[in-house]
């Protein structure tokens, strides 16, 4: 809890480096690419300090990766995007402890756990206004809801937190509560369980 608190109470200072986590499933890469990338690609920058770190499969589509990389190399982006590869375990949680949002615009995940993973460390998220994530995700209280692969608006959440850090500190907040009212994943287990029990007993 209190790396929580220190972590929220940071988000204050516009001093320094705004992070962002992309997460990506299932060698989404294709996707991620054109997160990734495509602002600076295309002639656009942030005008803030930034760090983008991808986490996904390095090996689905290795050529791709490696063009991606290339461009990151050409355009000499290497301090301000990081292609992490796949993380799971302490190495996930550290990224999420040390980034300010969570970004998965392309996901179709039915149960939003990766979402609620990322609020358990207190990050606002960005995800698809498709799938089970806007079951919970009210959009301007702890994230926001954009169309599938709209990057545009991916940009425009990120400039608009990065500049109204108040915004941050009580988005980031309201994630962290959201995640707290949620059901755990073993209640849900449980439930889950007496459910299919009750089922067997009353076919019996």
């Not at 755990?184 to 459910?195: I, N």
């Amino acid at each position: 809890m209190f790396k929580i608190q220190n972590k929220i109470g940071s988000t204050t200072s516009v001093t320094g480096c705004f992070s962002h986590l992309y997460l990506g499933y299932y060698g989404l890469f294709r996707d991620s690419y054109f997160v990734l990338p495509r602002p600076l690609v295309v002639g656009q920058s942030y005008d803030f300090p930034h760090h983008i770190t991808v986490v996904d499969s390095l090996t689905m589509d290795a050529r791709y990766v490696r063009e991606v990389k290339r461009l990151i190399a050409q355009r000499k982006l290497g301090r301000q995007i990081e292609i992490a590869g796949p993380e799971d375990g302490n190495e996930l949680a550290n990224r999420f402890l040390q980034s300010h949002i969570f970004v998965m615009p392309h996901s179709h995940e039915g149960f939003g756990m990766a979402y609620l993973e990322a609020m358990t460390f207190a990050m606002p998220v960005v995800g698809s206004s498709h799938g089970a994530v806007k079951e919970f995700v009210k959009p301007g209280h702890n994230g926001f809801l954009i169309e599938i692969d709209d990057f545009e608006s991916v940009n425009t959440c990120i400039h608009s937190l990065h500049h109204d850090r108040q915004r941050l500190l009580e988005m980031s907040w309201a994630a962290f509560e959201t995640f707290k009212k949620r059901p755990q994943w073993r209640d849900t287990m449980e439930s889950v369980h007496g459910f299919l029990s009750a089922l067997a007993e009353s076919a019996s």
